[in-house]
């Protein structure tokens, strides 16, 4: 069997959160990336081999800046199939190797989180690209992970703590595990996956990786421990929550749309404790220690306490 080799890389988004960490992670593991940005971005890529400004709505740019690319990452926020069809035809009328679509997500191959509304457009996405793997024009791989390991995540309220208001909010009983994972390792996830000796095994799949496997009841643990603060507890059910987002939207109304994300990391049947299926062990990426969990809740906490001053 062939080595699968790739060498140079264009990157999309290459200046956002996620994607300036994509960027450090494949200049880390050897490859050459070329940023692909708006015409108008005024954003400087850190490190990046060169970088291209084009009409991204435009194939015909595309195609040109895809040019002599092995492999075209896209780390473009919401992504929707009409926007992400010109690029990825462009990556193909370029003859681009491989893409990797922005999916960066939770469980996308159980079959309760692929009916939940707010993952529509990557499933559709997801299809096109798994249709045009089939019919020989390209291969892809995708990249997912869980919310991200951030304290905007777990120390806002919205899953466990708030720091702010003192309260943490437990989701059924708040002991309900889920995958999450830094920046940092999903950039290692991306990087390593196109690796020669990942390559094959990750063609045409989604290669899930996490940091860490979380409970809202442990993270308002550890808050308390490294805050020395008391949180009162509120307690949610996720059905509840669920069917009313889901009446919600029924009705039009789209306010409650992130609600839609409860269910998807923390319901019983969704999946989002996915370390079962999990990349981790055959990409050589290790899981955080608890040592190395507090010590990122105490960073969080100092850098909160710092904003307020």
């Known amino acids: 069997m062939s080595i699968t080799s790739f060498h140079n890389i264009a990157l999309l988004g290459a200046t956002g959160n996620l994607g300036s960490k994509i960027l450090i992670a494949l200049n880390n593991a050897g490859f050459t990336v070329t940023a692909v940005q708006r015409k108008d971005s005024t954003n400087v890529p850190n490190r990046a081999a060169k970088s291209l400004k084009v009409d991204l709505s435009s194939e015909p740019d595309l195609t040109s800046a895809f040019k002599g690319q092995d492999v075209v990452v896209s780390a473009m926020p919401y ?14 009328c370029a003859g681009v190797k491989r893409i990797v679509p922005s999916e960066f997500s939770t469980n996308l191959e159980n079959e309760l989180s692929r009916a939940l509304p707010i993952v ?9 690209v798994e249709d045009i793997a089939k019919e020989g024009m390209i291969e892809w791989t995708s990249i997912n992970n869980g919310p991200f390991f951030l304290s905007v995540t777990w120390l806002s309220g919205w899953m466990g703590p708030s720091v702010k208001s003192k309260v943490t909010v437990l989701h059924d009983d708040g002991e309900k595990l889920v995958c999450t994972t830094t920046l940092e390792r999903i950039g290692e996830g991306v990087a390593k996956s196109l690796l020669p000796e990942y390559a094959e095994k990750t063609r045409n799949k989604a290669v899930y990786v996490y940091s860490a496997a979380m409970s809202e009841r442990k993270m308002t643990r550890l808050a308390e421990k490294f805050s020395g603060l008391n949180f009162e507890e509120k307690k949610s059910d996720i059905e509840t929550v669920t069917k ?39 990409l050589g990426l290790k899981e955080l220690t608890d040592t190395e969990q507090e010590e990122m809740v105490k960073v969080w906490l100092k850098e909160m306490e710092t904003s307020k001053s």
Request: with cysteine; net charge positive; hydrophobic share 40%.
């Open 79 to 92: 992504p929707r199939l009409a926007t992400d069809k010109i690029w990825i035809n462009a990556a193909i």
């Open 120 to 128: 529509a457009n990557k499933i559709e996405i997801r299809k096109y």
């Open 244 to 282: 009313d987002a889901f009446e919600t939207l029924e009705k039009g109304d789209k306010s409650k749309m992130m609600n839609f994300y409860i269910p998807f990391c923390l319901g019983k049947k969704y999946g989002g404790d996915f370390r079962y299926m999990a990349a981790n062990e055959m």
